[in-house]
């Protein structure tokens, strides 16, 4: 049972390049949470999944894009990548249905975009 | 959308002492409060939580207490431990949307031997 997890652990890019970052969760759960983390902000969320084939934006949305094609995988597109997109990125997960509210983090995915 | 102010932003205490971080939140319709562990270079975890029909909860040396009169709630820790040093994130959701999160810009928690 990995959890979730995170590919790839580290990335660099240069500007106006393109990456898909993968989160994959193995606990069957519905909600999937794409944030980023950057030095005194705290986590901010970019977009979110309430079952597969849906998306919803979070907080901090322009500039990514995100599918869920699958209910264990939920992807995370940048097209054109810019500085301001330099940070850590964490993937969740969670299953209110449960009745435990608990988002379950991924292990983060540095990203430079020089 | 919801505003989620958290202080101090570093804490130093010595082993033994207690520890206070505070949140205050803007959403008068937020529900659910969470707060999260971040220990250097790792994921964040979970640690306890709160809904707004209770006060107070506690787990063995970690306590929240929720005011909602007032929008603030905050984290208690007693007879800190040197791995208590971490990074403390609170959070609110989105009204009764217990699955959208807003997040504090957390404290550094640095607990001296």
């Known amino acids: 049972n990995a959890g979730v997890t995170q590919t790839p652990k580290f990335r660099v890019l240069k500007t106006g390049q393109s990456m898909t970052l993968l989160c994959a969760q193995d606990?069957?759960?519905?909600?999937m949470y794409w944030y980023r983390q950057d030095p005194g902000m705290g986590l901010r969320l970019i977009h979110y999944?309430?079952?597969?084939?849906?998306?919803a934006k979070g907080e901090v949305p322009d500039g990514y894009n995100v599918s869920r094609l699958k209910k264990q995988n939920f992807l995370l597109g940048l097209e054109s990548a810019a500085p301001s997109q330099t940070s850590v990125y964490f993937c969740?997960?969670?299953?209110?249905?449960?009745?435990?509210?608990?988002?379950?983090f991924g292990p983060g995915t540095r990203l430079t975009v020089l | 959308g919801e505003n989620v102010e958290q202080h101090p932003s570093t804490l130093s205490v010595q082993e033994g002492d207690s520890a206070v971080i505070k949140c205050t939140y803007s959403?008068?319709?937020?529900?659910?409060f969470p707060w999260y562990k971040q220990e250097l270079g790792k994921r964040p975890q979970l640690i306890i939580d709160?809904?707004?029909?209770?006060g107070e909860k506690k787990d063995q040396r970690i306590a929240v207490t929720l005011n909602k009169t007032a929008k603030h709630f905050s984290l208690h820790i007693t007879e800190t431990q040197p791995e208590d040093s971490a990074v403390y994130f609170c959070?609110?959701?989105?009204?009764?949307?217990?699955?959208?999160?807003?997040f504090g810009s957390g404290t550094k928690l640095n607990v001296k031997p």
């Open positions: 969740a997960s969670s299953d209110p249905g449960q009745g435990n509210n608990e988002q379950f």
């Open positions: 606990m069957n759960h519905e909600y």
């Open positions: 999944s309430v079952g597969e084939g849906t998306t």
């Open positions: 959403d008068s319709a937020s529900n659910y």
């Open positions: 709160i809904r707004s029909n209770v």
């Open positions: 959070a609110a959701s989105e009204g009764n949307n217990f699955n959208k999160f807003y």
